[in-house]
């Protein structure tokens, strides 16, 4: 069993910035991948960025450029920058968790991105 617990989530204006963090506890593989998926109401969760634990990033092509993501392991937390956020309506973002080894994919609750209009 794997706990993600996000936190950094806040109302931000047009053109800001924000930086997510999510710490991973419980059963963890030194090999895995860590990252971000976004979901805005009424529309499919979608990939925004994660990294593997030998920090092999992916990102979204809308994101590129604008937010970075990065891990400690040590503390098994991952983090996303987001810079240059644009306006919209209000977003969840959900930390994701999977194994190399194993087919297991773990999510945390979400963090809520409110965007000014």
């Known amino acids: 069993q794997v706990q993600l617990v996000e936190s950094g989530g806040g109302k931000v204006q047009p053109g800001g910035s924000l930086r997510l963090s999510c710490a991973a506890s419980?059963?963890?593989?030194?090999?895995?991948?860590m990252g971000w998926y976004r979901q805005a109401p009424g529309k499919q969760r979608e990939l925004v960025a994660t990294m593997t634990s030998g920090g092999i990033p992916t990102y979204a092509d809308s994101v590129k450029g604008r937010f970075t993501i990065s891990r400690d392991n040590a503390k098994n937390t991952v983090y996303l920058q987001m810079n240059s956020l644009p306006p919209g309506d209000t977003a969840f973002y959900y930390c994701?968790?999977?194994?190399?080894?194993?087919?297991?994919?773990?999510w945390g609750q979400g963090t809520q991105v409110p965007l000014s209009s």
């Open positions: 994701n968790y999977s194994n190399a080894i194993t087919p297991q994919i773990y």
């Open positions: 419980g059963r963890i593989f030194s090999v895995n991948s």
